[in-house]
Antibody, heavy 127, light 107 residues
Framework: QVTLKESGPVLVKPTETLTLTCTVS??????????VSWIRQPPGKALEWLAH???????GYSTSLKSRLTISKDTSKSQVVLTMTNMDPVDTGTYYC???????????????????WGKGTTVTVSS | DIQMTQSPSSLSASVGDRVTITCRAS??????LNWYQQKPGKAPDLLIF???SLQSGVPSRFSGSGSGTDFTLTISSLQPEDFATYYC?????????FGQGTKLEIK
């Protein structure tokens, strides 16, 4: 059974750095064509894709948050870590990690989708 | 970044209704389009990927279509458990942006 679990602080102060950990089970971070993505959701608002990392260490970031985000993985621990610097109250919300899959259909470049999600962790930014 | 626009933003319907939600991309994305369902307080679930491929375990009353810039998610006969918020997401170019969501409510 594939599961992902987010962990990290519930409360951070403005200007601090947030570090979130996603611990996965049921699949390996070394599997080809599988990765982990981070997505967040402010209260009552839409989903926002933040970043992903794949087995070959390929990484991608949100354009607007790229300067503040770093994603990394520790395959021996089955963990993916996301850090976000200079936290602000507008960063308050639920942060999800999800397994990202790449699937080739016909002769096209692979399709990317997030097929298993963690339950999310709530982060509040306040002094 | 590619902008994804869903319509309507909210929708009231009854059990048994046929419902269609639209998603428009600000540029051509071929069929690199996913649909997710999110219930209150829960993580999203993948419904459809590659615009029309049904994720394993998803009921066949859900279907997706479209290519280029215009896409639709159709629920053929609404069930009580389908009342939720639906999001489209493009996976053509990083960042993989989401639409603003469509909240489907009971009439």
């Amino acid at each position: 059974q594939v599961t992902l679990k987010e962990s990290g602080p519930v409360l951070v102060k403005p200007t601090e750095t947030l570090t979130l950990t996603c611990t996965v089970s049921g699949f390996s971070l070394t599997n080809a064509r599988v990765g982990v993505s981070w997505i967040r959701q402010p209260p009552g608002k839409a989903l926002e894709w933040l970043a992903h990392i794949f087995s070959d260490d390929e990484k991608g970031y949100s354009t607007s948050l790229k300067s503040r985000l770093t994603i990394s993985k520790d395959t021996s621990k089955s963990q993916v870590v996301l850090t976000m610097t200079n936290m602000d109250p507008v960063d308050t919300g639920t942060y999800y990690c999800a397994r990202s899959a790449l699937k080739t259909i016909a002769a096209r470049p692979p399709y990317y989708y997030m097929d298993v999600w963690g339950k999310g962790t709530t982060v509040t930014v306040s002094s | 970044d590619i902008q994804m626009t869903q319509s309507p933003s909210s929708l009231s319907a009854s059990v048994g209704d046929r419902v269609t939600i639209t998603c428009r991309a600000s540029q051509r994305i071929i069929t690199y389009l996913n649909w997710y369902q999110q219930k209150p307080g829960k993580a999203p679930d993948l419904l459809i990927f590659a615009a029309s491929s049904l994720q394993s375990g998803v009921p066949s009353r859900f279907s997706g279509s479209g290519s280029g810039t215009d896409f639709t998610l159709t629920i053929s006969s609404l069930q009580p458990e389908d009342f939720a918020t639906y999001y489209c997401q493009q996976s053509f170019i990083i960042p993989y942006t989401f639409g603003q969501g469509t909240k489907l409510e009971i009439k």
